[in-house]
């Protein structure tokens, strides 16, 4: 069992934003950019293009009203999605406000935020998600 179907199953704590029965997406706990948020099937795929079809197209679907709410709530150009995929084998996205081409770098300096910090952002993101 990875990391990320220990989240979604509860037994480790993250600061969710939304759930579905196929995803579930959370705040990236070592965020390169303020609202960096992951977004993760349900179903335990090592890669990205390996997850079922239908998973595939409802990613984007679901994907979407997450990413316009942290535009709206974070300045930046754009949501950027990227796949990665290394540093856990349970295929994922990131969803990061970007104003640079270098903002969404993985191996940029991680971002250090307290609790509250996280709170607020996963507050404002649902509050933008329910608004809209």
């Known amino acids: 069992m990875t990391i990320f ?65 942290i535009e709206a709530c974070f300045p930046c150009n754009r949501v950027n999605m990227i796949t990665v995929g290394l540093e856990v084998p349970h295929a994922h996205v990131h969803l990061i406000p970007t104003i640079h081409p270098s903002d969404v770098h993985l191996n940029n300096p991680k971002i250090k935020l307290s609790k509250d910090d996280f709170i607020e952002i996963q507050q404002k993101i649902i509050a933008q998600m329910q608004r809209s």
Do not use: C, M, W
């Not at 989240?7 to 480790?12: D, L, Q, S, T, Y």
């Not at 948020?37 to 009203?65: Q, R, S």
């Open 5 to 69: 179907s220990k989240i979604i199953a509860g037994e480790i704590p993250s600061y969710k934003i939304a759930e579905n029965d196929r995803f579930f997406a959370f705040l990236d706990i070592f965020p390169v950019q303020k609202a960096h948020t992951l977004v993760v099937p349900k179903v335990e795929v090592d890669k990205i293009f390996d997850v079922p079809d239908e998973y595939l197209a409802e990613l984007l679907v679901f994907a979407k009203p997450i990413a316009k709410a």
